[in-house]
């Protein structure tokens, strides 16, 4: 059994949107000590997780973030933050065109691994 398989049997809600938030919640409270950036971090309504992934040499921080566009619409997008005291900014989206919670989060995982180079 996957981690995302593991983390659904313990969601009861069968609406999708639901199962992304509460698995974004869990998967953030266990990398959450990992985050060397905390202040940086893109956070509003819409983006269901942020996890810091290895940033490039001109970068002081780099985020993924999976964020709803819509019901059931999300994107998988790219925040970095270049200078010290500034702001993380968007660089770059990918659509998600998976209407299922398990293939949702498992292309935001490909994203993280692929910048992670793992």
């Excluded at 953030?28 to 992934?53: A, C, M, R, T």
């Excluded at 290895?54 to 997008?77: G, P, W």
């Excluded at 659509?95 to 949702?104: A, G, H, L, M, V």
Aim: hydrophobic content about 35%.
């Amino acid at each position: 059994m996957s981690i995302i398989e593991s983390l659904m049997a313990e969601i009861k809600s069968n609406e999708t949107d639901e199962q992304v938030k509460e698995i974004c919640d869990k998967i953030f409270e266990e990398e959450q000590g990992k985050i060397k950036s905390i202040d940086s971090i893109p956070i509003g309504p819409n983006i269901f997780l942020s996890l810091e992934v290895k940033a490039n040499s001109d970068e002081i921080a780099r985020f993924i973030c999976l964020e709803r566009e819509a019901s059931k619409t999300y994107i998988v997008t790219t925040w970095i933050k270049r200078t010290e005291g500034g702001v993380a900014h968007r660089i770059r989206a990918k659509e998600c065109k998976f209407d299922d919670t398990k293939r949702i989060m498992r292309f935001y995982a490909e994203n993280v691994k692929f910048i992670n180079g793992e």
